[in-house]
């Protein structure tokens, strides 16, 4: 008896990521069909074209990219989908652009679970909506075990510049006033604790956020009056200074007593030996003001809960230009200096 040799039918629902999901074939489709499409799904994305066709405002439009590598992809208050959106529609916000539109480019580490993935992107999902922007267009690429750790993701953003707004790390004057949002080093304390398994009384959380409904409100109030807004991300508080002194040719000086720390947050810093200016924030904004304004401008981001906290810890000045002066808690003076490394690998 001749058997018929049997050809069986290729599998289709997996629960982790699979090499062929990158393919481009049929198990790309059902990716798309089964993660990306349900949350992420609007009148650009769903033409699942190459790209996406927009209408922009007339005026200036910003743009800006980032790639997101957090380890690990999940940490208190947030994950790497969240942060990814949010990062980007803050860096298009603190040049005055209102954020419009996001890509999103994902690289998938084979074996990742399905169901971790469906979260973030649900998870950016939200994150998007809250922000008022659209994920209009993406990309999603496979690697094998071991070539990428898990996620890594890359998001892109289109703003219009609101009309007679120009922001610059060169507009500094002597006699700019310096406000600080809330309090440092949350975002880079949160990763590093949770990475390490340090415990403290309370657990710190990412202070991961979209600031652009708060500077929106910033900029329609006063918008003559800002002459720069930075998020301090990487390098944190004093790397953001040190850029904006050098770029300007001015000094800034800032009081120790001023900046405000959690308890939690100091105590890693100090167990871990980190000046919490040099830790990274994901919710945070610096902002240089005319001095005669700088009490408005506190006023409006109290209002906002992500800038209940806000203070004036400092202003520009004539002297030392180039560089970031602090005096302490003692009443000496330091040099706040851009770090020289690295202290806190993959946190955004």
Do not use: W
């Amino acid at each position: 008896m001749t058997i018929a040799p049997i050809c069986p039918a290729p599998i289709m629902q997996h629960e982790t990521v699979q090499m062929a999901h990158g393919a481009g074939g049929r198990l790309s489709q059902a990716l798309m069909q089964r993660v990306f499409m349900p949350h992420l799904h609007n009148s650009f994305l769903d033409l699942l074209d190459d790209q996406a066709k927009l209408d922009l405002p007339p005026g200036k439009t910003a743009f800006t990219t980032d790639t997101y590598v957090v380890s690990p992809i999940f940490f208190p208050g947030g994950n790497i989908g969240e942060l990814a959106v949010n990062g980007t529609v803050n860096d298009l916000a603190v040049g005055g652009a209102r954020a419009l539109y996001l890509s999103a480019g994902f690289v998938l580490e084979e074996g990742l679970p399905l169901a971790e993935l469906e979260t973030i992107v649900k998870s950016m999902a939200e994150a998007a909506r809250q922000a008022g922007v659209m994920i209009v267009t993406g990309d999603t690429k496979v690697v094998g075990k071991g070539q990428c750790d898990r996620m890594f993701i890359n998001t892109s953003g289109i703003g219009s510049i609101r009309e007679g707004v120009t922001l610059s790390c060169q507009n500094l004057k002597p006699g700019d006033s310096i406000i600080l949002s809330g309090t440092v080093g949350d975002h880079g304390m949160a990763i590093m604790t949770s990475r390490e398994g340090l415990s403290f009384q309370s657990q710190i959380t990412s202070d991961c956020a979209a600031l652009n409904g708060m500077i929106g409100s910033i900029l329609d109030e006063l918008p003559f009056a800002i002459h720069a807004m930075r998020d301090p991300t990487r390098g944190g508080v004093a790397a953001t200074l040190n850029e904006l002194a050098q770029s300007s040719s001015v000094g800034i000086e800032i009081n120790e007593s001023t900046i405000p720390v959690k308890p939690d947050v100091r105590g890693a810093c100090e167990l871990l030996g980190i000046d919490p200016l040099h830790v990274a924030n994901e919710g945070k904004l610096v902002v240089v003001v005319t001095a005669g304004d700088a009490e408005n401008a506190l006023d409006l981001m109290r209002s906002f809960d992500l800038g209940r906290d806000a203070v004036l810890i400092g202003s520009v000045v004539d002297d030392h230009p180039g560089m970031v002066v602090m005096r302490t808690v003692y009443g000496s003076r330091r040099i706040i200096d851009l770090p020289l490394g690295e202290q806190l690998p993959r946190i955004c």
